[in-house]
């Protein structure tokens, strides 16, 4: 299909697609509009950004437009499962922007973090759609606020995450209010076991939509990987905020602390950025993602959680402050950036204990994220370090064996990673080398830095040349 005219779309709603400036389906919608309008159920995988939102929601409307009938009160023609506040609110603006020309068409949204009492009364005389988080609707219907048991169509949207975030009983409590005779489109980034046998469970011969290898990342993005100190962050992300050409750049990291944290350390260099996550209110979290989306916020500092339904055009950086500890997620960050047809670059600060987090991130996307300049944080040189080699080399440690030349003797806090000949009554250290450091550039020292034995007051100075007596 290379028009939306293809599908066979009613009126109302290719007037709308026209007024949003939609002209050429994406291919995840190529395929599964046609298979949604048929009336089959669709397994869809799918990265975010692809289009998805619009892949189910045109058929749905099209159902809506064709098959005209008032809803019952307190209740509502199609389910819409989501895993968070901001992806759920996102997918009911979109059910209105196609929607747009359809009268009446009454969509509810059902999110946590704002009252209840709001949304009981849009659900009193029916509607239908209702987009929903798993634990709100939960919540709706243990007040007989909602029935489920007249939905036709249910879309369970980002089912992967839906896992991640332990929603996965809270599904199963929901399909089992629903009626057997139903359709279900059901989209995943990424499909593991579970989410595989969770599908086989709710659909009943269902079409299998893959647009790209599953788990694979958009070829539009240039990925990058930066090895660093943990320490080191802070001035790595000032540096690369300087150094690249930003648009709208969204930053993640893995707490909600640490994302205030960024917030701070920004602001002390002159960066405004704002924080998103689970902490803040739904008013804050709104008014934040409104102005991201219009420009007046160029820096985001995000968590997973939080940052799970951001489509916000124009993101042309997302930075890894802190490497995600579950690989799949990798991928839904980065694809915050090049979409619509856009490039995007995605940089990733990966500290000594992230490294584990980068091979299981590499080993999902079947890539190897290249890497750019090492950064370290400034040390000030060691004071009191010892002596050093007669020779060059490196610094004795109690006469090691190496390659630096004759040491000093007796001299408090002489030590090498590598030095020659010790000095008299030193202890061999038998030739070991110091353990490289991550990343190091060959004949880069592999310094572990200096270690300094403290003296008890009163007590004589050891000799660090010779064994203590016992």
């Known amino acids: 299909m290379t028009s939306f005219t293809d599908f066979g779309l009613a009126e109302p709603i290719l007037r709308a697609l026209a007024e949003e400036k939609y002209e050429t389906p994406t291919p ?8 949604a309008l048929a009336g089959r159920d669709v397994i869809g995988i799918a ?24 809803p019952e009160k307190k209740s509502c023609r199609v389910l819409v499962l989501s895993p968070t506040r901001e992806l759920s609110g996102q997918i009911s603006e979109s059910f209105r922007a196609y929607g747009r020309h359809i009268k ?3 969509v509810a949204l059902a999110i946590g973090g704002v009252p209840i009492n709001r949304q009981v009364r849009s659900l009193a005389h029916g509607v239908e759609v209702l987009v929903a988080t798993p634990g709100r609707l939960l919540d709706l219907v243990n007040q007989r606020a909602v029935t489920l048991n007249q939905v036709e ?17 809270d599904i199963k409590r929901v399909v089992a ?25 709710m659909l009943i011969d269902p079409v299998r939509v893959a647009v790209t290898p599953q788990a694979t990342t958009v070829e539009r993005i240039a990925q990058r990987v930066i090895h660093t100190e943990k320490s080191a962050k802070p001035a790595l992300l000032v540096e690369v905020l300087k150094a690249e050409k930003t648009d709208r750049v969204l930053v993640f990291t893995r707490t909600k602390h640490g994302a205030d944290k960024v917030v701070r350390s920004l602001e002390k260099t002159g960066f405004f950025a704002e924080a998103i996550h689970g902490n803040k209110s739904q008013n804050q979290r ?15 500092i995000a968590t997973d959680i939080a940052a799970r339904g951001i489509d916000v055009d124009g993101v042309s950086h997302v930075i890894n402050y802190d490497l995600p500890n579950v690989p799949e997620s990798y991928v839904h960050r980065i694809g915050r950036t090049a979409r619509a047809g856009a490039d995007g670059i995605a940089i990733s600060f990966c500290d000594q204990e992230e490294g584990v987090f980068l091979r299981d991130i590499e080993r999902l996307i079947r890539v190897a994220i290249p890497a750019s300049g ?24 109690r006469g090691g064996n190496g390659g630096g030349g004759n040491g000093r003797h007796g001299q408090s806090g002489n030590r090498s990673h590598g030095g020659g000949n010790g000095g008299q009554g030193g202890r061999p250290s038998h030739g070991h080398q110091g353990i490289p450091r991550a990343g190091a550039t060959p004949g880069e020292p592999n310094s572990i830095g200096t270690v300094t034995f403290l003296q008890r007051s009163g007590e004589p100075r050891r000799n660090a040349g010779h064994r203590a007596p016992r």
Not at 61 to 70: A, D, G, S, Y
Not at 374 to 397: D, I, K, L, T, V
């Open 28 to 35: 995840i919608q190529s395929q599964t509009i046609p298979t």
């Open 47 to 70: 990265q975010t950004g692809t289009g998805k939102t619009a892949a189910f929601a045109l058929p749905i409307l099209n159902h809506l437009t064709t098959k005209r009938l008032r």
């Open 104 to 106: 009446p068409l009454a």
């Open 153 to 169: 169509i249910l879309v369970l949207d980002e089912a992967d995450r839906m896992l991640d975030m332990g929603f996965i009983h």
């Open 177 to 201: 209010m629903l009626r057997k005779e139903r359709q279900t489109l059901f989209f995943s980034a990424t499909m593991p076991q579970e989410i595989t046998r969770l599908a086989d469970q």
């Open 286 to 300: 709104e008014r934040v993602l409104a102005d991201f989306r219009s420009g007046k916020l160029r820096i985001l």
């Open 374 to 397: 090492e950064r370290q944080p400034h040390r000030p040189a060691p004071q009191n370090a010892g002596g050093r080699g007669n020779n060059g080399g490196g610094r004795n440690q």
